[in-house]
């Protein structure tokens, strides 16, 4: 289920499934059609996203996927999702910082949900109500997890809600604009 809360806030949230050792395992297609496909790692297999059936074009999650996972990115998507829910379209992102230290400050992370607050205003400010669109049409939670056996870090999942995929490509375009541009180690650092 991808159905969340829109909020203007983070939250830290609590999770005791199967998902809490990434990568994650895939899994057969569910009865409502989903289907895990695991862990994929991008950075080391970027070939990969093809396998990614719910990261399309239309919806905006390919070209975001393959832009963080670049190997110069400062983060690494683990898992994605996408899909019509009761007349809207909604997906969720799940990434993690790809420097340890940061991925392990529980500060870190929500300092870069503070970046992109800030970087909502400015960026935003030609175009009256749309920061406040983004931000309460993406949400954003964190949690613990175990990154491949070693001590726990978090992840960030973003959950995003349109009209359409269409809407959803522009909408996450300016989520795309900010994790490609966002420093998390540095975060003084200017923010083009």
Sequence with gaps: MIEKTLATAITKEVDSSSYAIWPFRTAEVSVNGDRNNGGIDLVANPELIDVIHEATDENGLRDLLIAMNKPDGSFMTLGCIAGDIEGAYHTYLEFTPRDPAV??????????????????SEHCSPHPGLADALLHNVAWTYREFAFRGKEPQYLITTYQRAQSAQDHRSLVSWLHNFLCSVDPINPAKDLA
């Design 103 to 120: 991925a392990r400050d529980e500060a870190s992370i929500l300092g870069i949900y503070d970046q992109w607050v800030g970087w909502t």
